[in-house]
């Protein structure tokens, strides 16, 4: 039977009227089901002469990345690689296609025990081919918000943003900007949310042109900025929401003829190594990479074990404060 038309626990799960996990349960021997519901379940496997998706794990998994040439996404790969490492796995590494069906076919195809995305958007409809592969899944930081039966690990977007913008506040200024990301993304909202919800606390009000939203590079970050320092009143600080966006930032000040942080404070979010790097060292909100990887390798071994309930965790953020945030001059 080939795995296009092999009965799955999706559909059996539709017959006996439960959730995918509850089957799961039954086949894996776990307790939790009443008498009555395992009994149906395995009727149901037995008539439809369900056949499970392997024989046995093959101690490989899969990571689905949107891009790979960011800072951010390298320090999890790295991190994902090492949890993976430690954990007596292997993992297979790519870039998803959007707008193709057949790369879930083809995951799906290569026998891996779990596949974790990052930072992609999984469409409903690939999420559910997931299912019916049996496929167990995690994502990190969902760049939508997922349907209730997925598993999730993200990093508190919202505080980060927030302490950083206090940060701001706190060194007495009050033109502040912010370069956000694109404004479909569920952690550029949230980040976005953070920065007002401080402005509004401190009672300070700037121009809504204040707020520029672009993509999360380099490239992207400079221009942006370049525009926002030749606003009257220019913005005496600019939270970036990457700091690949803050090291542009740099850039854009350097090409105005403006220093770092006398003239303009910037304040990044993901504290990569490059932010360290950076002269002045760039104050960023520190997302914990490792610990992300560790836990998203952690919940999809719980889903490939058993099938567990659908949970989504939040791993808190830090404000790192280095030398490109002062008070204002002017």
Avoid: C
């Avoid at 490989?60 to 320090?75: R, T």
């Avoid at 999890?76 to 090492?82: F, P």
């Avoid at 026998?111 to 049996?134: K, W, Y």
């Avoid at 990569?272 to 790097?277: K, S």
């Amino acid at each position: 039977m080939s795995i296009a038309d092999r009965t799955t626990i999706a559909e059996i799960a539709k017959l006996a009227g439960v959730s995918v996990p509850t089957v799961s349960k039954v086949i894996n021997g776990k307790p939790g089901v009443s008498n009555a519901k395992r009994l149906t379940i395995t009727q149901l496997l037995h008539e439809h002469e369900y056949e499970p998706r392997r024989s046995a794990p093959t101690g490989v998994i899969a990571v689905v990345f949107g891009e790979l040439s960011s800072p951010w996404s390298l320090a999890l790969v790295s991190a994902l690689e090492r949890v993976a490492f430690d954990n007596d796995m292997g993992m297979l590494l790519t870039v998803m296609r959007p707008g193709t069906g057949e790369w879930v076919d083809m995951l799906g195809g290569k026998n891996v025990d779990g596949v974790i995305f990052a930072a992609v958007e999984v469409a409903p409809s690939d999420q559910e081919r997931f299912r019916q592969l049996e496929l167990p899944t995690v994502l990190v930081d969902p760049r939508t918000l997922p349907d209730s039966g997925t598993v999730t690990v993200g990093v508190t977007h919202w505080r980060g943003a927030r302490a950083a913008t206090d940060h701001l506040v706190d060194l007495g200024h009050q033109r502040i900007a912010m370069i956000s990301g694109p404004r479909h993304l569920l952690f550029s909202q949230a980040r976005v949310d953070g920065y007002r919800a401080a402005l509004r606390s401190a009672d300070i009000v700037v121009p809504e042109d204040y707020i520029v939203a672009t993509e999360y590079g380099f490239a992207a970050g400079r221009e942006a900025a370049l525009d926002l320092l030749k606003r009257t009143p220019r913005p005496t600080a600019i939270f970036a929401a990457s700091d690949e966006q803050a090291l542009g930032i740099y850039e854009a000040a350097r090409l105005s003829g403006l220093r770092i942080p006398a003239d303009v404070s910037v304040v990044g979010f993901n504290d990569v190594p490059i932010a360290e790097w950076a002269s002045p060292p760039l104050t960023t909100v520190r997302e914990p990479i490792f610990d992300t990887a560790r836990e998203a390798i952690r919940l999809l071994r719980v889903e490939m074990a058993e099938a567990g309930e659908a949970v989504a965790v939040e791993l808190v953020t830090d404000l790192i404060i280095r030398e490109s945030t002062a008070a204002p001059t002017l």
